[in-house]
């Protein structure tokens, strides 16, 4: 465990910024299998608008918050899979008939992924052991296997306490390292950095109950997560939180792609209030994340490097005051 004796200057609580102009979406990169999803999109609501019209009137009348800002209509909760940080549109989970799909032990950012790339995997699995020898089908079956296990979404049990910071990541300790200053932080802080390989949970959770005050998104190299370089080369999305116990307490959540992965996926919105452990988004495949956090007197760094460590249930620092 490690004592940050340094106290940063008191702050005032900051406003939330707009969303920058090139974050158009939960996943700014885009992607083949994001592009073939929306294009079902479109025509999902065409079908829906052609063939269902009770059902679209039924949804309309159900609908909270604003579709303002989201590029296409918002028919039902499907429209806001990677547009929830465009807009405040939602619905009561009473009456969402796809909550179901958060109960699933894969994440919904993954199911065109699975269904896309799972699927001929499947087939060739199945084909492989039916025409023999069997042995055959173990390479797709392996591979069919890990794709699952990448899109995993494992339930957690969020640690409580005052001061309380979780893990924002799966994966191994990298560096715990103290920064003399930090813009957004206001002061001296510590940056601690996770390496998440191809077989981590790769969902992202929120360090502790905060509203988010800023976001960038930097396009960039897919540079090996392991090399230091990637943490400033590579594509990233950058989130500064506000903590709602402390107001004028900031931290930073930063989602760095790696080799393979090159897809981020970051649905919050300025302003947002998130709960500790709550699930924001998560890098596709391979890669790092990153958390900066004041170093005020009494803060207490729970880990150390090497260490393993998960999304939501590991603490990773306390502050004590």
Known sequence: MHVMSELTTDLAPLEPEPLPANIGSAQPGGGKCYSIELAWGRVRRWWLRTFRSGYVQRMAALRRGDATGCPHEVLDPRDLKYFRNRCTAHWDDADDPFRWRDRLPVTRWGFAELLIMGTPLLALTVLAAWLGPWWVAIGPGVVLAWLVSFFRDPPRLVPTGAGVLVSPADGRIAEITPLEFDEFVGGPAVRIGIF??????????????????RLRYNPGKFLNALNPASAWENEAMWIGFESVAAPGRRMIVRQIAGLFARRIVCSLRPGQVVERGEKFGMIKLGSRTELIVPSEEGLEVFVAVGQKVQAGSTVIARFVS
């Not at 998440?196 to 005050?213: M, W």
Request: glycine share 6%.
């Open 196 to 213: 998440l390989s191809i077989f981590n949970v790769h969902l992202n959770r929120a360090p502790t109950e905060g509203r988010v005050i």
